[in-house]
């Protein structure tokens, strides 16, 4: 079945370290976004990416990095810049940014850090 | 894109229809609207979208002002399933409009 994987489900590390989130999409979409959940809030872009090579800021993108070397991979790192990581993360791609077609989303990656 | 707004919780008795606003005062004429659901702890999950006409599917129905400056998705026979934060965006076709934003959402609570 076609979709994408966000890994691990759950994550811990201590302050100070970065830390790369997955996510993999085999839907041959071209556009891929990260967005950040805190509790009781709505969602959050971080960055995003329209084509392989290239991606913008969102946001939020401050204390975050991402690539986009390969079409089905947009990684997101979580660096000890970012003040408070303690958050829920989203992946989500969509076919083109030319076409009409809705977001599809992974299942999150809940990040602790202490 | 445009922004929009929703209230921020709704109560609705399963089995009867639920209702849901949305506010995008400031849409311009290429901006779809698009609803999508969030259960606790999971991704969110696409339900409908349209332009100008009315739209159904399986799963809901949406129903767009002729101003298109408001629109409402209707849930027809609520469950209890259908707990949920709903959020309605604008998403524009062509060049540069990768910048999806999302509001805070509606809570529907559907009660038994």
């Known amino acids: 079945d076609g979709g994408i994987t966000q890994s691990p489900k759950y994550l811990f590390r201590k302050e100070g370290q970065n830390v790369t989130l997955s996510c993999e999409q085999n839907l041959n979409h071209d556009a891929m976004y990260w967005y950040r959940q805190d509790p009781g809030q709505g969602l959050r872009l971080i960055y995003y990416s329209q084509i392989v090579n290239d991606f913008q800021k969102g946001d939020i993108a401050e204390g975050y990095s991402v690539s986009r070397e390969k079409k089905e991979s947009f990684p997101l790192t979580v660096t000890s810049a970012q003040k408070n990581p303690t958050a829920f993360y989203l992946c989500?791609?969509?076919?083109?940014?030319?076409?009409?077609?809705?977001?599809?989303f992974g299942n999150g990656t809940r990040l602790t850090v202490t | 894109d445009a922004k929009t707004t929703q209230p921020p919780s709704m109560d609705c008795a399963e089995g009867r229809a639920a209702n849901l606003p949305c506010n995008h005062s400031t849409i311009s004429g290429n901006e779809y609207v698009y609803w999508y659901r969030q259960i606790h702890s999971q991704g969110p999950q696409y339900i409908i979208h349209?332009?100008?006409n009315n739209e159904t599917n399986e799963m809901a129905s949406l129903i767009i002002t002729e101003d298109r400056k408001s629109s409402t998705l209707i849930l027809p026979h609520a469950t209890l399933r259908d707990t949920a934060v709903y959020y309605c965006?604008?998403?524009?076709?062509?060049?540069?409009?990768?910048?999806?934003?999302f509001g805070q959402g509606t809570t529907l609570q559907v009660k038994p």
């Open positions: 349209g332009l100008k």
């Open positions: 965006i604008a998403q524009r076709l062509g060049s540069n409009t990768g910048k999806l934003i």
């Open positions: 989500a791609s969509r076919k083109g940014f030319r076409e009409d077609s809705p977001l599809h």
